[in-house]
T-cell receptor, first 112, second 113 residues
Framework: GDSVTQMEGPVTLSEEAFLTINCTYT??????LFWYVQYPGEGLQLLLK?????DKGSNKGFEATYRKETTSFHLEKGSVQVSDSAVYFC???????????FGSGTKLNVKP | EAQVTQNPRYLITVTGKKLTVTCSQN?????MSWYRQDPGLGLRQIYY???????DKGDVPEGYKVSRKEKRNFPLILESPSPNQTSLYFC????????????FGDGTRLSIL
């Protein structure tokens, strides 16, 4: 069945460092891919999405490219800030557009 | 303000005592869904609804019921809660099918003793 695997955390970086959070997926067909962010005590918020191969989603300096050949959707940011500290979830919606699959989440800590 | 509202935010209860977690959205969204979040497991989908009176199971539906009598409301019902249902629950909605970005509520933390 469909599934998402993302790197375990926590990830601790200094401010202005480069961020990569790896995400790979298993799905038949052409899933839609998402990154969501969860701040402490809050629900998830959409960060970015991509709906077809080679699409690049971007928002707030974060980027992720839908790579069908490697079944990956890695999240990157060139220079992280303390305010980026949160838990990041990779997710997919597969052939059944109504079913969603999330990764286990990666906690990011950014130190001043 | 566009939002998904869950109640209660926190609940401690005992095994076997029926409970309902309400979810309401004010965006006229067709699609609504319930998830549970557990450490190391991420979010897992419990049930979803494509529209009024149309619901279907997600990956972990056992022990839960839902109903969708009105477009804005999608309550989650635990008929006989057990300790393994202790978790953080989220309701979400989106305009159409689930492959569209979802708006999430702030969560309900349930503790079943």
């Amino acid at each position: 069945g469909d599934s998402v695997t993302q790197m375990e955390g926590p990830v601790t970086l200094s401010e202005e460092a480069f961020l990569t959070i790896n995400c790979t997926y298993t799905a038949t067909g052409y899933p839609s891919l998402f990154w969501y962010v969860q701040y402490p005590g809050e629900g998830l918020q959409l960060l970015l999405k991509a709906t077809k191969a080679d699409d690049k989603g971007s928002n707030k300096g974060f980027e992720a490219t839908y790579r069908k050949e490697t079944t990956s959707f890695h999240l990157e940011k060139g220079s992280v800030q303390v305010s980026d500290s949160a838990v990041y979830f990779c997710a997919l919606s597969g052939n059944n557009f109504n079913k969603f699959y999330f990764g286990s989440g990666t906690k990011l800590n950014v130190k001043p | 303000e566009a939002q998904v509202t869950q109640n209660p935010r926190y609940l401690i209860t005992v095994t076997g005592k029926k409970l309902t977690v309400t979810c309401s959205q004010n965006m006229n969204h067709e699609y609504m869904s319930w998830y549970r979040q557990d450490p190391g497991l991420g979010l897992r989908q419990i049930y979803y609804s494509m529209n009024v009176e149309v619901t279907d199971k997600g990956d972990v539906p056992e022990g839960y019921k839902v109903s969708r009598k009105e477009k804005r409301n999608f309550p989650l019902i635990l008929e006989s809660p057990s300790p393994n249902q202790t978790s953080l629950y989220f309701c979400a909605s989106s305009p159409g099918q689930g492959n569209q970005p979802q708006h999430f509520g702030d969560g309900t933390r349930l503790s079943i003793l």
